[in-house]
């Protein structure tokens, strides 16, 4: 499985920016594709994660509300629109996936990820 995201950037606070993950073509039938992210001097932190099949996405409660995951079954690609961006909000963005998922439904921990794309920056400035 290959991982590509890209999208990030500088916007201002309470701004909104549109992450992408595209996905080697493959099927991906019981997987979860998630979101992470990581701020300086921080650990990497469940951000949102997609059920590939069913479609369910659960959220971090600190993004509760202003983003949304989904996925493009067609382009092989994840997506994370991030809207009322705040200044907390600043990090380097990894799309994974959860390869074991499978019956299990979804999982938040980084160690439970097997795949992983580069990252990509965003910065909110306030």
């Known amino acids: 499985v290959q991982l590509q995201a890209f999208g990030g950037g500088l916007v201002q606070a309470g701004g909104s920016l549109r992450l992408s993950c595209a996905t080697s073509g493959r099927s991906y039938s019981g997987y979860g594709m998630g979101w992470f992210r990581q701020a300086p001097g921080k650990e990497r932190e469940f951000v949102a994660v997609?059920?590939?099949?069913?479609?369910?996405?659960y959220y971090a409660d600190s993004v509760k509300g202003r983003f949304t995951i989904s996925r493009d079954m067609a382009k092989n690609t994840v997506y994370l629109q991030m809207n009322s961006l705040k200044s907390e909000d600043t990090a380097i963005y990894y799309c994974a996936a959860d390869t074991g998922m499978g019956a299990r439904g979804p999982r938040f921990n980084s160690y439970e990820y097997d795949y992983w794309g580069q990252g990509t920056l965003v910065t909110v400035s306030s």
């Open positions: 997609i059920m590939w099949s069913a479609g369910g996405a």
